[in-house]
């Protein structure tokens, strides 16, 4: 029987946890080995199988595959564990349930890795499609270990098939490596749908050109998976010179409105994240929006479901190693979840989901200021902060592990920044949020005053802005008029003071309201 942990954030009250434990607080389960949690932003909890293997300890989210079937969200992730034992495989596929992508029940693992002589001795991203009365589970085979590779294709993909979602059936003799041309050391991703235009299947494969090693989405068809006969075809897309894209990993594709949507995630240019193309046709020409991204590059490998009304975009929100402010991005984290919202020239916005909003109903009857700096008048929950001599803040007491803020917003000058500091220690570091103006950008800035993140944002003056916070331990993700979204990794966020700032600036921040879970 598979090990269950219930995530649900009705649930406050926690076991009793050591000062350690608390203190590591990141949200989800990434550590302090909670038996029952809650949590919005989830990752995978400890001892997942109840075992005593060092392996079965704690882990990440990684890659998520969202799959929509009768009602519920089968959320399926690529599982990093924190502890990866010598000669044992990785990322095996598990399941986060939801009916409301606001509560989680944690459904274990669903595909595991293979034994060092199979293709899959590494699971890689995939995706779910149903034929008939059973499922189909496409996903990434990756096996670099040396002896392997002397007659093996480092990377294919592979299948599993189900008839419940539950009991997964691998299907030891299906197997596409990348045909010739194309680069079967990096050959992944496999996005599988219905094509009603070509009354086909399609088949979507992140790769590589070879030789010239220029990044595409491969494109292959089936009359029928059941016969496993693939056919590959030109591809969806192949990166611009001006692109340049090394690789365009877990891609996605769907309609919504009059509008055809190609998603995909870049990892190694200098505009890493989760982008999009769209079009009037499945296929093409695709055109890049001015603003062409989902979130910044703390937010990655984005891939959608849609329950058949709204349409949500699921990625993972980097966590850092060492687990600190000043840690450098590391793979998985905590699972984040937008909706998306289609604005009324085709491009995509982002909103959190209604169902995590509403989670945040107890209401505090002002935020607790702590201190202030600069040149700042304070009235019943609005704030003018002139910094433009010199820098203004106003500080708040600590708003523990879950928070929601909401404000709004208004910047008087075309020069300098305003926005929202976290405190990350008691000693007065903070990570800042940045609203500036002139560079076009949302920006989230170390405690060392690296730009760790960012996304594009025409702010004009004099114009009020409406901005919503969702806090949960580490996990910080700013929503700018219910259209742009930000997700960020603060270490130390929950424990200390936040507050706002002006720099260079003259802002007014009205309406200030802050909630937590009932």
């Not at 998306?340 to 916005?349: F, K």
């Not at 409406?466 to 603060?490: D, F, H, K, W």
Request: charged fraction near 20%; hydrophobic fraction near 35%.
């Amino acid at each position: 029987m598979k090990y269950k942990n219930i995530i649900t954030i009705t649930l406050l009250f926690f076991s009793l946890l050591s000062c350690s434990q608390d203190e590591n607080y990141t949200g989800g389960s990434i550590s302090g080995g909670e038996s029952e949690i809650t949590s919005v932003f989830p990752a995978p909890p400890a001892q997942w199988m109840g075992a005593n293997d060092p392996y079965y300890s704690a882990g990440f989210t990684g890659d998520i595959m969202p799959f929509f079937d009768n009602g519920k969200f089968h959320i399926y992730f690529l599982h990093d564990a924190q502890n990866k034992p010598a000669g044992k495989g990785f990322h095996d596929i598990h399941e986060f349930l939801s009916t409301d992508l606001a509560h989680f029940t944690y459904e274990g693992q669903t595909i595991p890795y293979g034994e060092n002589t199979d293709p899959d001795f590494a699971v890689g991203t995939g995706s779910v499609v149903k034929v008939g009365n059973l499922y189909y589970f496409y996903y990434t085979g990756h096996n670099g270990l040396p002896a392997f590779l002397q007659s093996n294709a480092r990377e294919s993909v592979l299948c599993a098939t189900s008839p419940d979602l539950k009991n997964w059936t691998k299907i030891t003799l299906f197997k596409i490596t990348a045909p010739a041309g194309y680069y079967n050391y990096d050959f992944r991703d496999p996005h599988v749908f219905y094509n009603e235009e070509l009354k086909k299947y399609s088949m979507i494969v992140s790769t590589q050109t070879e030789p010239g090693r220029k990044a595409v989405l491969l494109h292959f068809t089936s009359a029928d998976p059941a016969s496993g006969i693939w056919d590959v075809q030109n591809p969806i897309y192949t990166t611009t010179p001006q692109e340049n894209y090394l690789m365009m990993e877990c891609a996605d594709i769907f309609k919504m409105g009059n509008y055809w949507y190609l998603i995909f995630s870049e990892n190694w240019s200098g505009n890493k994240g989760t982008h999009y193309k769209m079009a009037s046709s499945i296929n093409g020409p695709w055109t890049t929006p001015q603003n062409d991204r989902i979130d910044g590059e703390f937010f990655y490998a984005g891939k959608t479901a849609s329950d058949g009304n709204k349409r949500y975009v699921f990625g993972w929100n980097a966590r850092k190693t060492p687990e600190n402010d000043l840690g450098n991005k590391d793979w998985a984290g905590n699972m984040v979840i937008h909706e998306l919202i289609q604005n009324t020239d085709g491009t995509l916005g982002m909103q959190s989901p209604k169902a995590v909003v509403d989670l945040f109903s107890k209401k505090n009857s002002s935020a607790e200021v702590d201190a202030t700096l600069g040149s700042v008048t304070t009235n019943n929950g609005n704030y003018t902060l002139s910094g433009t001599a010199e820098k203004a803040m106003v500080t708040f007491k600590a708003i523990g592990k879950k928070a929601k803020i909401k404000a709004e917003i208004t910047l008087a000058n075309n020069s300098g920044t305003a926005g929202i500091v976290f405190h990350t220690n008691d000693s007065g570091s903070y990570y800042k949020i940045a609203f500036d103006i002139a560079k076009g950008k949302v920006i989230g800035y170390n405690s060392a005053s690296q730009e760790t993140t960012g996304i594009p944002f025409q702010f004009q003056a004099n114009v009020k802005y409406n901005i919503e916070i969702i806090a949960e331990g580490s996990v910080v993700v700013i929503y700018i008029n219910g259209r742009t979204a930000l997700t960020n990794r603060i270490y130390g966020r929950d424990k200390n003071k936040w507050g706002l700032i002006a720099e260079g600036q003259n802002t007014v921040i009205s309406n200030l309201q802050l909630t937590q879970p009932e």
